[in-house]
């Protein structure tokens, strides 16, 4: 076929009347890549798995995977229905909704993402690819069903309005059938990923959206109160949320408000991480606590909503799980309906593998094994939903609670019913005990406990004979796989001795399983699946940081070896200019010291001679104090004397001064008193001053 004839098969798909010439979304020049490898694959999905070989970059999975239809693949559209696909992408799910309908309407704005559609749906004759954007179009149709798988968040950059997000469902809700319903999926500002430390989907900004987008324009996502207001606010009134995990994007399970997780289920899922993210904890880690608060719905990644204008009362989804990594023929996928009703669902590849389903099941019950009853209809394995325990939640219940002896008693029992369809070993020379049919799903989590009997079902593989011990294994390590505190109440080695489970066996068993599972899974989807989800294990998180702290380090040498290279010669010119100037003050300080020196000189002499006269004056005060006082004293002493001179003279006269003898005598008295006054002030002047 020649280029003008390939673009002629697709090009009649593509409908450019609205087209203004100008492709304003796009994830760049990878994408002439996808459209290079959609041509070679020319619709085949095996091949373009095996793409993921050699490149796995990001836009490559998120365009090309088939688990991107999983978000639409299991919802019960109505035969004969028209889709509107607004935001089509490269037609990851358009071929699914064709499946579905009798005719679909995909409104793309790139034309270079509209000719991948047509490329891969080449061969399609219920569709039509609008290039252009939904403001601008005009639809001659009503419709039943209207999707938005990653749309919404990015209406308010091409509706203009102060209420964009409102104005655009409103113009939506125009092109719907009265009964119709609008599909939105959509991720949850609130996730718990971002909690986690994802960086937001859309802006690259960690926690960008949990603080409310301070800085981004044009795109936004919700939580969960806010995206049901905006649906009531634009006349949307009945609004059925389900809960994608890991998200939308590549959904592995998917819950709903009728359906939600418990702890027992919750981590069925591979958290999914489109970059390399530095996180901060693992969602593994965190989704018990979310769960067990009852904030699944508030706290969950994304959404996907179907909203109508009425009441519904049509049956619902209430729970969806997917086996993503295994090869195309043997995809089968699980969904319940109302509570009601289990039903396996397939592509048309994995029909063959469905119907053995059914066969496993009729061959266990002839052999005895108790099974829920499973019937094909219509091209899906239905059965009445259960609502009981599996033995794999009595015994993790039993194990939380501390009960380990209880706990250990019902894998005794499962044990024991084990035994009942095995028979004994076939010869001398093998090592194991029992051995029985080859369906290797009887483990704990496909087995019902009612009314203290126990049901198997979903028993999909059917190989050669095994030995019953690896039955158990398979058991045994599928419970511990999700819930490792079990090891720290019994470590599983210890629980495989109790069955005679050795070294030896482990390691053959390890063997044969992984063997099985290579005839199962797709390893090519196994690994860049893993790839992507081993950020979110604590070991990964530990080790993300210390590479952050060994990147800032290096980083911070880097910028200093940097700056310094930068500023080495001006940081020499400082250093010169510090050290002159240092310089030149130590000889200021020498000038001043040398020019000040003498006149320092002169005033030490001119105080220490001040101080010299000071002294000398004190010192001739103080003699001439001490002189004139010792002069007083002498005069005094000389006094006392010329007294006592008078008093003798006068002594011969007592008798003849009789009468004057008492007068004289006080006198006397009198004076000596005066004597020892003085004579005391001497003294204590004297050592005052001495």
């Not at 995977?65 to 019960?76: D, E, F, L, T």
């Not at 009798?102 to 749906?121: D, F, G, P, Q, Y």
């Not at 890991?246 to 359906?259: G, H, W």
């Amino acid at each position: 076929m020649s280029a003008g004839d390939e673009f002629q098969t697709y090009s009649k798909l593509l409908n450019l009347e609205f087209y203004n010439g100008k492709d304003n979304y796009s994830d760049g020049e990878i994408e002439d890549e996808i459209i290079n490898y959609l041509k070679e694959s020319q619709g085949d999905e095996t091949i373009l798995e095996n793409i993921f070989q050699k490149d796995t970059r990001w836009p490559i999975i998120y365009h090309l995977s088939h688990i991107r239809k999983n978000i639409v693949n299991w919802y019960p559209f109505k035969q004969g229905s028209r889709i509107l696909e607004i935001g089509a992408g490269m037609g990851a799910i358009t071929g699914t909704l064709c499946d579905s309908a009798s005719h679909v309407t995909a409104i793309e704005l790139s034309k270079r993402r509209a000719e991948a559609i047509a490329i891969r749906n080449y061969n399609r004759d219920n569709l039509e690819i609008i290039v252009g954007n939904l403001n601008d179009i005009e639809l001659p149709h009503k419709y039943d069903y209207i999707t938005l798988i990653g749309v919404l968040e990015y209406a308010e950059s091409f509706t203009h309005g102060e209420q964009p997000y409102t104005e655009f469902l409103k113009k939506i809700s125009k092109f719907l059938a009265p009964n119709g319903k609008l599909l939105i999926a959509i991720e949850n500002r609130l996730g718990l990923k971002y909690w986690c430390g994802a960086k937001e989907d859309h802006t690259n900004i960690r926690y960008d959206g949990i603080n409310g987008y301070p800085s981004s324009m044009g795109v936004r996502t919700f939580g969960r109160n806010e995206l049901e207001t905006l649906l009531v606010s634009s006349g949307f009134k009945s609004n059925q949320f389900y809960y994608p995990l890991p998200d939308y994007k590549l959904p592995q399970v998917i819950f709903s408000d009728d359906y939600l997780p418990t702890i027992k289920n919750s981590k069925r899922y591979r958290p999914f991480y489109a970059g390399n993210e530095n996180l901060y904890l693992s969602e593994h880690s965190a989704i018990d606590a979310i769960v067990d608060n009852n904030s699944f719905p508030i706290m969950a990644n994304s959404f996907f909503v179907e909203a109508t204008f009425n009441d519904d009362k049509d049956s619902k989804v209430s729970f969806v799980t997917f086996n993503n990594d295994r090869y195309e023929h043997l995809r089968v996928h699980t969904r319940i309906v109302d509570n009601k009703t289990v039903e396996k669902f397939c592509d048309e590849k994995a029909l063959k593998h469905l119907e053995g389903i059914e066969h496993n099941n009729l061959q266990l019950n002839k052999l005895g094994m108790p099974m829920v009853k499973e019937v094909l209809l219509h091209n899906r394995l239905v059965s009445d939903f259960m609502p009981y325990e599996t033995v794999e939640d009595r015994i993790l219940e039993l194990f939380k609670s501390r009960k380990k002896e209880e706990a250990i008693e019902v894998i005794d029992q499962f044990w024991e019913m084990l035994l009942t369809c095995s028979t004994n070993k076939v010869d001398d020379n093998s090592s194991f005990s029992f051995f029985m049919e080859g369906y290797i799903d009887l483990i704990f989590s496909n087995c019902f406990i009612k009314e203290e009997a126990f049901y198997f079902f979903d028993q999909e593989w059917k190989f050669e004979v095994v030995p019953t011990e690896f039955i158990l294994f398979r058991a045994i390590t599928s419970l511990y796989r999700f819930n490792s505190f079990i090891e720290t109440i019994i470590p599983m080695k210890e629980l495989f001795s109790r069955y005679s489970i050795d070294e030896k066996k482990i390691n053959y068993f390890n063997g044969f399983n992984e063997m099985k599972m290579q005839q199962i899974l797709d390893m090519h989807i196994v690994e860049y699946l893993e790839k992507r989800s081993h950020f979110n294990d604590t070991r990964s998180i530990e080790d993300s940081y210390a590479d952050q702290i060994d990147k800032i380090s290096n980083d911070y040498e880097k910028e200093i070896e940097r700056i310094h290279k930068e500023h080495s010669n001006e940081l020499n010119n400082k250093n010169d200019q510090i050290k002159s100037i240092v310089e030149d003050y130590e000889k200021a300080i020498e000038t001043i010291h040398k020019e000040h020196s003498n006149e320092l000189i002169n005033k030490d002499v001119q105080i220490k001679s001040i101080v010299e006269d000071y002294e000398k004056e004190m010192g001739r005060r103080k003699n001439e104090e001490d002189s004139r006082l010792q002069q007083i004293c002498s005069d005094y002493e000389s006094e006392i004397a010329r007294l006592n001179t008078i008093i003798s003279e006068y002594s011969n006269k007592t008798f003849l001064l009789q009468d004057r003898n008492d007068e004289l005598e006080l006198y006397k008295n009198g004076i000596q008193q005066n004597y020892m006054l003085v004579r005391k002030a001497w003294k204590s002047y004297f050592k005052k001053n001495s």
